[in-house]
């Protein structure tokens, strides 16, 4: 794959993603800004697409800003994308060791990852077929639309209080 198709394509997935509203309200509550998620996203997914090894220097030139950014500019925002991820999952691990998760105020929370895992399971499924039914795109637009509901419910400070 050329260099061009390669950022083509790269960059056409990132714009589809931003685009996408349950994106869009994760990352908006996630440790992690735009641009950061952007270059994780290049830094795991551009090999895959590429079928290749890639350099730094190639996958700075991935990123939508036209002209791409530096090797080192994409690095540091690379580690602090990785910091933040690894701070969340330590999170993640320590609601656990304390025993939160089963603290019924968590429930939603399990049950929207679960929807989500559904979503992206159909979508990909649609995707992977190229059989576009109207029940199936129904049943998509509807669990979308539960699912923003919920994220948008559920990233208010109070949700965890118990008292929505």
Do not use: C
């Not at 079928?51 to 540091?76: D, Q, T």
């Not at 029940?135 to 509807?142: G, S, T």
């Amino acid at each position: 794959m050329t260099e061009s198709l390669l950022r083509e394509e790269v960059q056409a997935w990132l714009m589809s993603l931003n685009k996408d509203p349950i994106f869009k309200i994760l990352l908006k509550n996630s440790n992690l800004t735009k641009v950061q998620a952007e270059t994780f996203l290049i830094d795991i997914l551009a090999e895959k697409i590429a079928n290749k090894k890639l350099v730094y220097e190639e996958k700075a030139k991935l990123r939508l800003i036209k002209s791409g950014v530096s090797r080192g500019a994409f690095n540091r925002t690379l580690a602090q994308a990785r910091k933040n991820i690894i701070k969340s999952i330590y999170t993640v691990i320590l609601l656990g060791y304390l025993g939160i998760f089963d603290d019924p105020r968590l429930e939603p929370y399990i049950e929207i990852a679960s929807k989500i895992k559904t979503y992206t399971e159909k979508y990909r499924e649609i995707w992977e077929t190229g059989k576009i039914g109207e029940d199936q795109i129904k049943f998509l637009q509807v669990l979308q639309s539960e699912i923003e509901k919920s994220l948008s419910n559920l990233s208010r400070a109070r949700a965890l209080s118990g008292k929505m």
